[in-house]
């Protein structure tokens, strides 16, 4: 019976261990999988999470009025940056961008000079980029099935593309002849900008352009080591086929085909080569599938070409990067907006580096002064320890104790009768007449004198002589000798140097 509520039990804990996982899990944990990694490109994937917010603290303060802002709200809009702490801590490390200042009781954070003019910097790249802006919209359009997209949608890429904030106010209604917002269905999550005009000129993609450019035929380019050789077959192959423009109308091609392959890896050649960094989220590409007809498994398609693409999963963040933008790590074409926002990065460590430099001196000082009270705090101890020894010292004690005395001279008297008495005793007295226990001799301004004691009269005498005048002694030599088995006393022979103090 007890082994079969044991069985029962068990089956149980393995039903909740083993119970069916969620097929999102599944879907999520196993269509996708990272490729064998390159360490450069995997840093040129490292985000800097303090940058990040630090860029969204700069936007919250620009749209507040005076551009000033209370430490309280900021602290308020803390939760939705993911951060945890206080508010005012933070501002505090990076005061190359922030500058907190005390107006009553209450505190408010500004940006600092140098990061207003980063901020009008930045705002002259993004006028003197407009056109730019306006040509790379187009494109986006042009390659989209029905000529539109979805404004929710554009706006999780909006900063991928370089688009400023306001961009439905500064650039759409400006360019009315190219762009115009449309809503068919009447919500608000389906607002839309249409393309209004076709521009032949910016129908060419960047591989059509460079292929102009050195006269060649418009193919894909493979940047895999000569070791992958597999690899470097299957691209040769996939090459070999001609290459399809993503701004054609892809509704001829069969789903499933080589040329539907070839021109959804064009397309996504070209919308990375639209970005600032050449690098966009999967899960956030895969929002447009249906409006640049990308096949529904997107991701197994960009792992079949990792000469053209890499993928990764750092930051549980599925990302796929051009692998023709970079050299090694570093970026090889830098639009402008990304300069001046790498500034912002310098400018940002520049004020961490300098606060963990003052937090860092504040310690070490702090440091220096805990050692120093530990010091003191130590001599202390060492001096009432002294006071107390000499308090126990000013007692009666060695020859001027009457119970002592006795003692040494019931000691001297085994010695003496030990060894015959005689020269033994007369040296004894001698020795006691000049108040010394133990036999010896005992010259005042000589420096070299030799004493016999017993071993019980040993500690006494040097405790005698240190109460004398006689501070400056050295002991050279030490000879011990057996006594008288019966007894088991221990005599000692002392040899040292005597020099009386001034």
Known sequence: M??????????????RVHAPLPLQYFIRNFSLWSMKKDPDLESALSRNRRWIVNNQIKNIILRCPNQAASVKFLQKKFKTLDLQGKALNWLKKYPCCFEVYLVGDEYYCRLTKRMMFLIEEEESVKD?????????????????????LNVMKLNELKRNFGFPDDYLIRIV?????????????????????????????????????????????????CSLPSTWVKSWERFHEFNASPYISPYLDPRGLLEGSKESEKRTVGLVHELLSLTLWKKVSIVKLGHFRREFGMPEKLNVLLLKHPGIYYVSNKYQIYTV???????????????????VKEKFGE????????????????????????????????????????????????????????????????????????????????????????????????????????????????????????????????????????????????????????????
């Open 2 to 15: 007890v082994i079969k509520m044991l069985l029962q039990k068990l089956n149980y804990s393995n039903h």
């Open 128 to 148: 003197n980029q407009e056109p730019i802006f306006v040509d790379r919209l187009a494109k986006l359009l042009m390659m989209s099935l029905n000529h539109r």
């Open 321 to 339: 990067l051009l692998r023709e933008g970079y050299n090694g790590s570093e970026l090889i074409d830098k639009d402008p907006l990304v300069v």
């Open 173 to 221: 209604p400006k360019y009315s002849d190219m762009f115009r917002i449309v809503n068919y269905s009447g919500r608000r999550s389906s607002m839309e900008i249409e393309l209004v005009s076709w521009n032949p000129d910016l129908a060419v993609s960047t591989i059509e352009a460079s292929a102009r450019k050195h006269g060649s035929q418009p193919c894909f380019s």
């Open 347 to 502: 400018l940002m460590q520049e004020g961490l580096h300098e606060y963990n430099k003052r937090h860092y001196l504040v310690n070490l000082e702090k440091r220096k002064k805990d050692m120093v009270l530990g010091r003191l705090n130590k001599s202390k101890e060492r001096n009432s320890e002294m006071s107390e020894n000499d308090d126990q010292g000013d007692k009666l004690g060695g020859l001027f104790d009457p119970e002592e005395r006795k003692r040494f001279e019931v000691l001297e008297g085994l010695s003496d009768d030990d060894e015959g008495g005689g020269q033994r005793g007369r040296q004894s007295s001698n020795s006691r007449s000049q108040g010394y226990p133990g036999g010896g001799n005992f010259n005042p301004n000589g420096q070299l004198y030799s004493i016999s004691l017993q071993l019980g009269s040993t500690a006494y005498f040097l405790r005698h002589l240190e109460k004398t005048s006689w501070t400056n002694t050295t002991m050279y030599s030490t000879a011990e000798s057996q006594c008288s088995k019966g007894h088991g006393f221990t005599q000692s022979h002392y040899t040292w140097a005597q020099q009386p103090t001034s």
